[in-house]
């Protein structure tokens, strides 16, 4: 059964950087129908997506959020990561890593989540 | 930017047959799916590809899309179906969901 865990820091400071890793097991993120994406949840809020890595190393990235959002994979560890730079408290939220079914078809969907990160913003 | 709207709220009463719309731009002509989420839990996939239900999934969860509109029909809504739902479809390379719908069984 695949199984994907988040880790790292659950307080960042405003303006500086959030880094976060996913690690996936069960499986290989070397698989060629999928993505691995990264989607956040600010408290009582929706879903957002932030993006999305192949394990090529190729990424798409939410336009809101691109110009401060880095995704990349490492496959030796089976892992990869989020980086956001400049946060602030709006970037408070759940993060979630997540398997993206990956189809040119048009279907793309998360079909294995994470079970979420807190990451508080604050001073 | 594409976006995908759901209604905030809708609610149901238990054994009655409830539909939740997603609504974007020519959505039909793209794949819909829907995912369920209970309080404190990761969200669940329970429609993919429009109409089709991942294993594990119950038989009285459907989806169907057409036009501006995806649908995902829950028929004998169980108390256990209370949650929100989203919508996702997939557009210029980017994932949009839509805002979500808090499903209450009353």
């Known amino acids: 059964q695949l199984q994907l865990q988040e880790s790292g820091p659950g307080l960042v400071k405003p303006s500086e950087t959030l880094s976060l890793t996913c690690t996936v097991s069960g499986g290989s993120i070397s698989s060629s129908s999928y993505y691995w994406g990264w989607i956040r949840q600010p408290p009582g809020k929706g879903l957002e997506w932030i993006g999305s890595v192949y394990y090529s190393g190729k990424t798409n990235y939410n336009p809101s959020l691109k110009s401060r959002v880095t995704i990349s994979v490492d496959t030796s560890k089976n892992q990869f990561s989020l980086t956001l730079s400049s946060v602030t408290g709006a970037d408070t939220a759940v993060y979630y890593c997540?398997?993206?079914?990956?189809?040119?078809?048009?279907?793309?969907?998360?079909?294995?989540w994470g079970q979420g990160t807190l990451v508080t913003v604050s001073s | 930017s594409y976006e995908l709207a759901q209604p905030p709220s809708v609610s149901v009463p238990p054994g009655q047959t409830v539909s939740i719309p997603c609504s974007g731009e020519?959505?039909?002509?793209?794949?819909a799916c829907w995912y369920q989420q209970k309080p404190g839990q990761s969200p669940v996939l329970v429609i993919y590809k429009d109409s089709k239900r991942p294993s594990g999934i119950p038989e009285r969860f459907s989806g169907s899309n057409s036009g501006n509109t995806a649908t995902l029909t829950i028929s004998g809504t169980q108390a256990m179906d209370e949650a929100d739902y989203y919508c996702q479809a997939w557009d210029s390379n980017n994932v949009v969901f839509g805002g979500g719908t808090k499903l209450t069984v009353l």
């Open positions: 020519k959505l039909g002509d793209k794949y």
């Open positions: 997540a398997r993206q079914d990956y189809s040119t078809s048009g279907s793309n969907y998360f079909d294995y």
